[in-house]
C-alpha cells in the first residue's frame, strides 16, 4: 500500500478548493481576523484553515511559528466562548502549512471580538464568513434554554405562515412591513419556527431571507400542518 506522504496529502485538499468547510489563508497577520473565521466554522458545521496557503491555491508556507501563537490568541482571547481547534505542521514543496481543524461548538454562538471589541457572530455560507443576523442569535439562544416550550398556535404564527406562502421567500424586514410586526417580535416567532422545522433561512444576493422549509419537521403532525394551512 502507497504510503500518503504531507505533500500528496495537502495537495489533495487543496484539489477541493475553497467550501464551506475549508478557507485558505495566506497568512495570519491579525488575530482579530482570523477569529471571524473560527466563530464562521464553529457556528455552522465545523471545518479547517489551511495557513500558508494562497487563494488561488498556491503554497506560500507560514513565515514563523508567530502565526501558531497569533491562531492561538484567535481561539483563546478574541472567541467568546473559546474556540477548540487541533493544529498540525506539514511541510510541503519546502515549505511549512499550518492545518487548523475546528469543531462545531455546542455552546453557540461563538462571537470574535472585532477591531472595537465588539463580539460578533458569523456564520459559514459556502466559501464565505457572513454576519449572523438577529433571529439565528434568538435561534440558539432558545436551543440553549433548559426549559421546554410549548408551540402555541395564535394569528401572529398564522399570518406569518400565509405570508410565507404567497411568497417565495421574506426578508425580516419586508414581513414586519407587511405583517405590522415589531422586529423583537418578529425575531422571535422565526426563529420559533426555523427550531421546529417549519421555516427556513437562505442566504441569497448577500442577505438572508426565510422561508417555508419543503419537509416540514416530522416531529410536527400532519394534523398539525393542515390547521396553519
Not at 28 to 56: H, P, Q, W, Y
Not at 145 to 168: A, C, S, V
Not at 182 to 202: C, D, F, Q, W
Request: one cysteine or more.
Amino acid at each position: 500500500m502507497k504510503t500518503i506522504t504531507d505533500t500528496d496529502y495537502i495537495h489533495s485538499l487543496i484539489a477541493e478548493g475553497e467550501h464551506q468547510q475549508q478557507d485558505f489563508k495566506f497568512e495570519i497577520s491579525d488575530a482579530r481576523k482570523i477569529a471571524k473565521s473560527l466563530s464562521a466554522f464553529a457556528n455552522t458545521e465545523g471545518g479547517r484553515l489551511l495557513i500558508g496557503v494562497k487563494d488561488n491555491g498556491k503554497i506560500a508556507g507560514i513565515r514563523s511559528d508567530e502565526e501558531k501563537y497569533m491562531m492561538e490568541a484567535a481561539a483563546q482571547l478574541y472567541c467568546t466562548p473559546q474556540v477548540e481547534c487541533r493544529m498540525q505542521s506539514y511541510t510541503v514543496e519546502g515549505r511549512t502549512v499550518l492545518l487548523v481543524e475546528i469543531d462545531e461548538s455546542p455552546r453557540k454562538p461563538v462571537y470574535a471580538k472585532d477591531e472595537q471589541g465588539k463580539p460578533l457572530a458569523y456564520l459559514r455560507i459556502k466559501d464565505e464568513n457572513i454576519l449572523a443576523t438577529p433571529v439565528h442569535l434568538r435561534v440558539w439562544q432558545q436551543e440553549g434554554e433548559e426549559r421546554g416550550e410549548l408551540m402555541e398556535f395564535t394569528d401572529k404564527e398564522r399570518l406569518l405562515l400565509n405570508l410565507l406562502g404567497e411568497n417565495e421567500s421574506l426578508s425580516l424586514n419586508r414581513y414586519c412591513r407587511l405583517s405590522g410586526t415589531s422586529r423583537r417580535s418578529a425575531e422571535h416567532l422565526l426563529a420559533k419556527l426555523i427550531r421546529y422545522g417549519i421555516v427556513e433561512s437562505v442566504f441569497t444576493e448577500h442577505k438572508f431571507r426565510f422561508r417555508l422549509k419543503e419537509n416540514p419537521n416530522d416531529s410536527l403532525s400532519s394534523k398539525q400542518l393542515d390547521l396553519w394551512k
